[in-house]
């Protein structure tokens, strides 16, 4: 849900500038083409929106059902996959109401309605949507209490809204959910004369506050913007860290979003090339501890650019995520034309990287596309004046190769065919993907059967598929295999896990393997004795030193070795590589039996021999 708002503030100086020419560099790293995939269409109405779980508040602040420009607010329920309108409610005194539904926030079961500077909560009882309280600041009607749209944020049991106009610089008050009803629980104020515009944008999550305020200025950077950051306990909030680090006139603090130790912070000015172009600032912390993470742009640096910032009042140019970040680029200039666009970002290894830039139309698309975004998990919706556009955003999942195989190891020489899980958690439930949709690997290989089994104990049914090893297209040695595939409701899926892939004949060194006594072809083994001895033989060309010990593998037994020491089995002056398996571990049959051993050396070098074993003792 959006627990985010916008500043359309300093909308006075977002004005354009003359448009110089100047080189723009086009990035290309994309995760999948599906990575985000439009589903539905759905009609707009130019107020607010918020979207959390399977349910979608659309506002319509002109509508005439209740009164010339009453205004309403539509419900959007998913249902089977599909979002459909389900109900539609109004002011409890319309009669007093103007443009109800002008902007948005929702929480659950209750949301935050702004009407021509009112702020009204409403809650769902009973399957419908009615009307609780309004939010009343305790000087009110004696100060300043017209909330600009834009500028609220609704989290559990508390509410924010920016006044950035009240007061010498700014005010935020802040609400909770009393007995008997929502009262300001603080207000809150800047004590640097420097600061301005405090309050045009906010966003809460949880005991966290992001407080924007772009107009501001710090020593030696005149109208950086900043974000302030300010954290509850008990009733009292307070100020605990400044998100800094912009540069002069980058007018920080125009939109704001935080989510779950994340925030961001988008500016419309970036100094080094002297006009508008937008970007947007990424911190992670908590409390008083924020670092920076970077910050990311779009891909035309050219005057005029607003990547980030919405042109729409409401509007929110950002959304926020699981190590998700989706950035509106409403005014996207390419040799002369006007384009629209939005862009996702992923957090990978503690770097924000771009995958995918996406518009509805693909090439021509409405002007103020991206300037409304909301999030909630990986359903993304995208409003402009008189449309909804509806997308799902791949999911990132935890996949198993050959579950119960502790070292994901596959043999090419005796494995025709093997079978990878998507493994559900408390957030996604695996039975969700289409069978059909999902490829494996290098070749997009497809699977050739399916099945639900609980893979890991945790008593949630995964999803497992079968694939042909030949398919697959394997190399051998040690890998990451990738799994894609859609959901039934369009979204896409990718997982990935490690494997290690054995028997490519061609491709490894090929390793002589004894087993004592090593006079004979076939070592000699019982089932009454305690262990297995097994030596990797020097060569030409193999050392056995400069092999990786944790890398060795028993055929698919998952052994490890006891004990590992070199000697010269073989009296040419080189060492051999001893290794001593507890026999219980190996669970070998009686019988003449040929296993593979294989292995890495330390230069990644991939090798494998055939030993042959004579076992007896048999009961």
Same mark, same amino acid.
């Given at each position: 849900?959006?627990?985010?708002?916008?500043?359309?503030?300093?909308?006075?100086?977002?004005?354009?500038?003359?448009?110089?020419?100047?080189?723009?560099?086009?990035?290309?790293?994309?995760?999948?083409?599906?990575?985000?995939?439009?589903?539905?269409?759905?009609?707009?109405?130019?107020?607010?929106?918020?979207?959390?779980?399977?349910?979608?508040?659309?506002?319509?602040?002109?509508?005439?059902?209740?009164?010339?420009?009453?205004?309403?607010?539509?419900?959007?329920?998913?249902?089977?996959?599909?979002?459909?309108?389900?109900?539609?409610?109004? $002011?409890?005194? $319309?009669?007093?109401?103007?443009?109800?539904?002008?902007?948005?926030?929702?929480?659950?079961?209750?949301?935050?309605?702004?009407?021509?500077?009112?702020?009204?909560?409403?809650?769902?009882?009973?399957?419908?949507?009615?009307?609780?309280?309004?939010?009343?600041?305790?000087?009110?009607?004696?100060?300043?209490?017209?909330?600009?749209?834009?500028?609220?944020? /609704?989290?559990?049991?508390?509410?924010?809204?920016?006044?950035?106009?009240?007061?010498?610089?700014?005010?935020?008050?802040?609400?909770?959910?009393?007995?008997?009803?929502?009262?300001?629980?603080?207000?809150?104020? $800047?004590?640097?004369?420097?600061?301005?515009?405090?309050?045009?944008?906010?966003?809460?999550?949880?005991?966290? %506050?992001?407080?924007?305020?772009?107009?501001?200025?710090?020593?030696?950077?005149?109208?950086?913007?900043?974000?302030?950051?300010?954290?509850?306990?008990?009733?009292?909030?307070?100020?605990?860290?400044?998100?800094?680090?912009?540069?002069?006139?980058?007018?920080?603090?125009?939109?704001?979003?935080?989510?779950?130790?994340?925030?961001?912070?988008?500016?419309?000015?970036?100094?080094?090339?002297?006009?508008?172009?937008?970007?947007?600032?990424?911190?992670?912390?908590?409390?008083?501890?924020?670092?920076?993470?970077?910050?990311?742009?779009?891909?035309?640096?050219?005057?005029?650019?607003?990547?980030?910032?919405?042109?729409?009042?409401?509007?929110?140019?950002?959304?926020?995520?699981?190590?998700?970040?989706?950035?509106?680029?409403?005014?996207?200039?390419?040799?002369?034309?006007?384009?629209?666009?939005?862009?996702?970002?992923?957090?990978?290894?503690?770097?924000?990287?771009?995958?995918?830039?996406?518009?509805?139309?693909?090439?021509?698309?409405?002007?103020?596309?991206?300037?409304?975004?909301?999030?909630?998990?990986?359903?993304?919706?995208?409003?402009?004046?008189?449309?909804?556009?509806?997308?799902?955003?791949?999911?990132?999942?935890?996949?198993?190769?050959?579950?119960?195989? $502790?070292?994901?190891?596959?043999?090419?020489?005796?494995?025709?065919?093997?079978?990878?899980?998507?493994?559900?958690?408390?957030?996604?439930?695996?039975?969700?993907?289409?069978?059909?949709?999902?490829?494996?690997?290098?070749?997009?290989?497809?699977?050739?059967?399916?099945?639900?089994?609980?893979?890991?104990?945790?008593?949630?049914?995964?999803?497992?598929?079968?694939?042909?090893?030949?398919?697959?297209?394997?190399?051998?040695?040690?890998?990451?295999?990738?799994?894609?595939?859609?959901?039934?409701?369009?979204?896409?899926?990718?997982?990935?896990?490690?494997?290690?892939?054995?028997?490519?004949?061609?491709?490894?060194?090929?390793?002589?393997?004894?087993?004592?006594?090593?006079?004979?072809?076939?070592?000699?083994?019982?089932?009454?004795?305690?262990?297995?001895?097994?030596? /990797?033989?020097?060569?030409?060309?193999?050392?056995?030193?400069?092999?990786?010990?944790?890398?060795?593998?028993?055929?698919?037994?998952?052994?490890?070795?006891?004990?590992?020491?070199?000697?010269?089995?073989?009296?040419?002056?080189?060492?051999?590589?001893?290794?001593?398996?507890? %026999?219980?571990?190996?669970?070998?049959?009686?019988?003449?039996?040929?296993?593979?051993?294989?292995?890495?050396?330390?230069?990644?070098?991939?090798?494998?021999?055939?030993?042959?074993?004579?076992?007896?003792?048999?009961?």
């Amino acid at each position: 849900a959006r627990m985010n708002a916008i500043s359309s503030v300093a909308r006075r100086s977002l004005h354009f500038y003359a448009f110089g020419l100047i080189a723009a560099l086009f990035l290309i790293s994309r995760l999948s083409a599906a990575d985000v995939v439009m589903t539905q269409t759905l009609p707009a109405y130019g107020g607010g929106l918020d979207v959390d779980g399977d349910v979608a508040l659309v506002g319509d602040p002109g509508n005439d059902d209740q009164g010339e420009d009453v205004g309403a607010v539509h419900v959007l329920s998913r249902i089977a996959g599909r979002w459909t309108e389900t109900d539609i409610f109004y $002011p409890a005194d $319309p009669s007093t109401a103007t443009g109800f539904g002008q902007d948005i926030a929702l929480d659950g079961a209750r949301a935050l309605i702004v009407a021509s500077g009112e702020a009204f909560i409403v809650e769902l009882q009973d399957g419908i949507w009615v009307q609780q309280d309004q939010l009343l600041p305790d000087c009110a009607p004696a100060c300043d209490t017209y909330f600009r749209r834009g500028s609220l944020a /609704l989290s559990q049991d508390h509410a924010a809204l920016g006044a950035w106009r009240a007061g010498s610089s700014g005010l935020v008050y802040v609400f909770k959910k009393r007995r008997a009803g929502w009262r300001q629980e603080a207000l809150l104020e $800047p004590t640097d004369k420097r600061v301005s515009e405090f309050g045009a944008s906010v966003a809460l999550d949880g005991q966290t %506050l992001i407080v924007g305020a772009p107009e501001t200025s710090t020593y030696k950077v005149p109208v950086s913007g900043a974000a302030y950051v300010y954290r509850r306990r008990g009733t009292t909030w307070t100020e605990r860290a400044q998100l800094g680090g912009c540069h002069y006139y980058a007018h920080c603090g125009m939109e704001v979003a935080v989510h779950e130790g994340t925030a961001a912070v988008s500016s419309f000015y970036q100094a080094e090339y002297g006009d508008t172009t937008g970007s947007v600032y990424l911190y992670s912390g908590f409390a008083s501890n924020w670092v920076s993470e970077g910050r990311v742009k779009g891909d035309w640096e050219m005057p005029g650019n607003y990547f980030g910032n919405s042109l729409r009042n409401p509007g929110d140019a950002i959304a926020l995520g699981d190590g998700i970040l989706v950035a509106g680029d409403p005014l996207d200039h390419r040799s002369g034309s006007e384009f629209a666009s939005a862009y996702l970002f992923r957090r990978i290894d503690g770097a924000w990287v771009r995958m995918q830039k996406f518009a509805p139309d693909g090439v021509a698309t409405p002007e103020d596309f991206g300037s409304q975004l909301v999030l909630s998990g990986t359903t993304l919706m995208a409003g402009v004046s008189d449309r909804l556009y509806v997308y799902e955003i791949g999911r990132e999942i935890a996949i198993d190769v050959i579950p119960g195989n $502790p070292h994901n190891a596959l043999n090419l020489q005796t494995q025709e065919r093997f079978w990878v899980a998507a493994v559900s958690d408390t957030d996604f439930d695996a039975l969700q993907i289409d069978p059909d949709s999902v490829r494996l690997g290098p070749n997009d290989a497809a699977s050739d059967a399916h099945r639900v089994r609980n893979v890991n104990a945790d008593g949630l049914p995964d999803l497992e598929l079968r694939f042909q090893t030949e398919a697959v297209d394997l190399s051998c040695g040690q890998g990451t295999l990738t799994l894609t595939g859609l959901t039934y409701s369009g979204g896409s899926v990718r997982g990935e896990d490690l494997i290690e892939v054995r028997g490519c004949i061609d491709a490894e060194i090929r390793i002589t393997v004894k087993a004592p006594p090593f006079s004979s072809d076939r070592g000699l083994v019982s089932l009454s004795d305690r262990s297995l001895y097994v030596v /990797l033989m020097s060569q030409e060309g193999f050392d056995p030193g400069t092999v990786d010990t944790a890398s060795i593998r028993l055929a698919d037994t998952g052994a490890a070795p006891r004990g590992i020491n070199l000697v010269d089995r073989n009296g040419d002056g080189v060492l051999d590589l001893r290794l001593r398996y507890r %026999l219980s571990d190996v669970s070998l049959s009686c019988g003449d039996l040929n296993i593979w051993v294989s292995g890495m050396t330390s230069a990644g070098t991939t090798f494998s021999g055939l030993l042959a074993l004579a076992v007896s003792g048999c009961p």
